[in-house]
């Protein structure tokens, strides 16, 4: 009897332990159950977060060949020159309107033979033709020349090249100083980050004034592929140092290789500007100033003798910069007269910044601003002031000749937005002063003039 009680208890045990390995299992499968249905819901979180993702790459993938499509659609070469530097050949321009239209269609075509050799060349890029020069002086030019007999053939030869094609412009800039120059700079600027525009043949042989612009955009030890030059007359001095960075081409059919030569009245005159005279050459043959004063004292008159006249100012441009240590260029301070700086500003005096600033005025007798000032020394450092109150392009510029300004004249309380300095011309670190010679590319630390 003992021993079945003792079984029965022994099979309740066996039982009980069966119901806890049982109630475990049951408690392990719910969890499971638990960690499907979360792992499924995370599934589908995943799945859905995938699939939006996916549209979103398809659509931007989709947007990307839009954009794609739309930049090549719309690609263009363009085709600046300086009119009054790069005359074209005398038998386009004595047939005024057919020689136009000739001279526009030859023009086109050379500029299309020579972007096929371009990497960037594709069947449908069209080509944009500007030319910007001063009509009146350069129809008058011609006519000097005895190129054409009367000045109106001239504009007829702007009219016919105006038609040889929609996107061929001949356009008169007018007759006030630099007003082709600055046409050519500005749209030179608003095209070259235009991703549009794949190739920028430039045309101003004859203007040194183009050496300080473009010299930013020259690659020191390779070529500026976006960039050719076109070359009509020999490349002035400064110019022809830039131009090595950049590509180079020339169209003698089209083009005149030398300036249009005239003598009226017996003063020599090249196209509707005076030749200008290379710096660093008009430095070397013009004769070492006797006293720093920029006004050449004349000879006492003899008894009996009316006094002459004194002569012109003469400034020599020099042959070196100031540059701080990053190369910045660094404005020397000025000697200011400040009643003649009044005299400026109030009478709107017209004095030229070529013929008293640069040394040499491209436009000689012909020139519209005023030659005939006499001005000291002082004067002239008060001329020089005004004249930076215009900022240039440059803040690494190394034209010795640049008169325009490079460092802001507010310094740092300059509170201006838009401000035309650049941002990099303000705060200038002068702690370091050096001068640079550009032609022999030799650099000395100095202590800063003034």
């Not at 070469?77 to 009054?84: A, E, F």
């Not at 005398?90 to 047939?95: A, G, I, P, T």
């Not at 008060?382 to 507010?410: E, I, V, W, Y």
Request: positive net charge.
């Amino acid at each position: 009897m003992a021993s079945l009680k003792t079984r029965v208890e022994e099979l309740k045990r066996g039982d009980a332990v069966k119901n806890a390995l049982l109630d475990e299992l049951v408690a392990q499968v719910e969890r499971l159950a638990q960690e499907r249905d979360a792992a499924q819901g995370e599934l589908g979180m995943a799945q859905d977060t995938a699939r939006t993702y996916y549209q979103r790459m398809v659509q931007a993938e989709s947007e990307k060949s839009h954009m794609q499509t739309s930049m090549d659609c719309d690609r263009f070469v363009l085709v600046l020159i300086d009119g009054d530097g790069m005359p074209f050949l005398d038998e386009f321009v004595s047939r005024g309107l057919e020689g136009g239209e000739d001279a526009g269609k030859h023009l086109r075509t050379a500029v299309l033979d020579y972007y096929k050799t371009h990497a960037k060349y594709h069947a449908d890029d069209r080509i944009v033709m500007r030319i910007y020069a001063n009509s009146k002086g350069l129809g008058r030019t011609y006519k000097a020349a005895k190129i054409i007999p009367d000045e109106a053939v001239f504009d007829q030869f702007m009219i016919g090249f105006n038609r040889s094609h929609p996107l061929s412009d001949f356009v008169d800039a007018g007759h006030h100083k630099e007003a082709a120059d600055s046409k050519l700079k500005a749209n030179f600027e608003l095209y070259y980050r235009n991703h549009h525009c794949q190739h920028i043949m430039f045309g101003g042989s004859a203007d040194n004034s183009y050496a300080g612009f473009l010299s930013p955009l020259s690659l020191p030890n390779s070529i500026n592929d976006r960039i050719t030059l076109l070359e009509g007359p020999p490349f002035p001095y400064d110019l022809r140092k830039v131009a090595q960075g950049f590509r180079q081409t020339a169209f003698r059919g089209i083009f005149r290789t030398v300036k249009i030569q005239t003598i009226p009245n017996g003063v020599p005159l090249v196209g509707s500007k005076r030749p200008a005279t290379d710096v660093l050459t008009s430095m070397r043959e013009r004769p070492t100033p006797q006293a720093k004063s920029a006004v050449i004292t004349p000879p006492k008159p003899q008894l009996g003798q009316q006094p002459q006249q004194p002569p012109t100012s003469v400034f020599t441009p020099p042959s070196y910069i100031y540059q701080n240590q990053y190369g910045q260029r660094l404005d020397v301070p000025l000697n200011i007269d400040k009643e003649y700086m009044k005299e400026l500003y109030s009478k709107n005096t017209r004095l030229c910044n070529n013929y008293y600033l640069k040394g040499h005025c491209p436009f000689g007798d012909k020139c519209e601003w005023d030659h005939s000032q006499h001005l000291t020394q002082r004067q002239l450092d008060t001329f020089r002031h005004k004249a930076r109150t215009s900022s240039c392009r440059n803040p690494f510029c190394q034209d010795p000749a640049c008169c325009l300004g490079h460092m802001c004249p507010r310094g740092a309380s300059c509170d201006i937005s838009l401000c035309k300095f650049l941002p990099e011309m303000h705060n200038i670190d002068c702690r370091e002063v050096y001068q640079y010679n550009p032609e022999k590319g030799e650099r000395k630390r100095v202590l800063m003039p003034g």
